[in-house]
């Protein structure tokens, strides 16, 4: 009933900058707080950042300064600037949302996206 699809992964180099970008469709009635995890190899996936629907934001404190995370609630769309990349940062990043879907009762579940690999060389 719904979908979160994410791109905007990829390989670069340490210092530089990627965007996620992350784009919830299906029968939507309404999204609450959205975010991003990762996971890298060997690791347990962490909460890398969340944002509410009024658009109040948390960081893991690993990359608070050089992360932002934002949405375009009319576009069902959350996003994750990502600057000065380190090598540590490589992992698959999943895109996450609180949604209510259009169904008897309005029923809320946490949804997923496919994830997204990115690499950060040093």
């Known amino acids: 009933q719904v979908q979160l699809v994410e791109s905007g992964g990829g390989l670069v180099q340490a210092g530089g900058s990627l965007r996620l970008s992350c784009t919830a469709s299906g029968r939507i009635f309404s999204i609450n707080a959205m975010g991003w995890y990762r996971q890298a190899p060997g690791k347990q996936r962490e909460s890398v950042a969340a944002?509410?629907?009024?658009?109040?934001?948390t960081y893991t404190d690993s990359v608070k300064g050089r992360f932002t995370i934002s949405r375009d609630n009319a576009k069902n769309t959350v996003y994750l600037q990502m600057n000065s990349l380190k090598p540590e940062d490589t992992a698959v990043y999943y895109c996450?949302?609180?949604?209510?879907?259009?169904?008897?009762?309005?029923?809320?579940?946490?949804?997923w996206g496919q994830g997204t690999q990115v690499t950060v060389s040093s």
């Open positions: 996450n949302a609180d949604i209510r879907t259009i169904a008897v009762g309005l029923p809320r579940s946490d949804y």
């Open positions: 944002i509410t629907n009024g658009a109040r934001t």
